[in-house]
Nanobody
Framework: QVQLVESGGGLVQPGGSVRLSCSASGSISSILVMGWHRRAPGKEREFVASITRSGITNYADSVKGRFTISRDNAKNTMYLQMNGLKPEDTAVYYC???????WGQGTQVTVSS
C-alpha cells in the first residue's frame, strides 16, 4: 500500500506560479514512477507530467516549458513547479504513483484574476 498526500494548491493570478507537493508513505520501495494528473471542471482527468525513480521526465504538450516535475527520493516527495499559469490550468491536481496506480486526494489550483 502507498499513501499519497498533495499540498500547495490555492488561488493564483494568471501568469503566476505555484508549487505542488506530493508526500508518499507506505511501500515506498514499490514506487517506480510518480506523476501528476488534473481534472478541470466538466472535463476528464488528464495526464500532466511524470517522473521515474531515475529522474526521467515526461510532460503533456499543454504544460511543456511552463511546468517542472521533480522528486526528492530522500524525502519521498514529488513536486510540480507551475509557472506562467493560465486560467485553463484551473483544475484539481492529483498525485499518482505507479505501477500499482495509487492516487492522492487531490489539491485545487484556481487561476483567476
Amino acid at each position: 500500500q502507498v499513501q499519497l498526500v498533495e499540498s500547495g494548491g490555492g488561488l493564483v493570478q494568471p501568469g503566476g506560479s505555484v508549487r505542488l507537493s506530493c508526500s508518499a508513505s507506505g511501500s515506498i520501495s514499490s514506487i517506480l514512477v510518480m506523476g501528476w494528473h488534473r481534472r478541470a471542471p466538466g472535463k476528464e482527468r488528464e495526464f500532466v507530467a511524470s517522473i521515474t525513480r531515475s529522474g526521467i521526465t515526461n510532460y503533456a504538450d499543454s504544460v511543456k516549458g511552463r511546468f517542472t516535475i521533480s522528486r526528492d527520493n530522500a524525502k519521498n516527495t514529488m513536486y510540480l513547479q507551475m509557472n506562467g499559469l493560465k486560467p485553463e490550468d484551473t483544475a484539481v491536481y492529483y498525485c499518482k504513483s505507479g505501477p500499482s496506480n495509487y492516487w492522492g486526494q487531490g489539491t485545487q489550483v484556481t487561476v483567476s484574476s
